[in-house]
């Protein structure tokens, strides 16, 4: 069993900044990767950014230059930096592990607003 909390979700401007974290724990050396996913209303959830093992990452095309994922090993956690936010940014986020087993945590607003 892998547990995921996550917080660092907000309000921000157009512009802004926030940074997200997802603390892991549990049977955390069976984790192969962990990502961060997005759901606006009326859309389906969407994988934004991801990091594996070996700590190769991948990104939504949407989000490519302005987001970073990052961990902290010591901390069994994960990071989102999300700068430049966009309106269309705006959504419940879920932390994400993959232990074979898809694991959520209980996910965190992010609304970008004026």
């Known amino acids: 069993q892998v547990q995921l909390v996550e917080s660092g979700g907000g309000l921000v401007q157009p512009g802004g900044s926030l940074r997200l974290s997802c603390a892991a724990s549990g049977s955390i050396s069976s984790i192969y990767a962990m990502g961060w996913y997005r759901q606006a209303p009326g859309k389906q959830r969407e994988l934004v950014a991801g990091?594996?093992?070996?700590?190769?990452?991948n990104y939504a095309d949407s989000v490519k230059g302005r987001f970073t994922i990052s961990r902290d090993n010591a901390k069994n956690t994960v990071y989102l930096q999300m700068n430049s936010l966009k309106l269309e940014d705006t959504a419940v986020y879920y932390c994400?592990?993959?232990?074979?087993?898809?694991?959520w945590g209980q996910g965190t607003q992010v609304t970008v607003s004026s």
């Open positions: 990091i594996i093992i070996d700590g190769r990452t």
């Open positions: 994400n592990a993959d232990a074979v087993v898809d694991y």
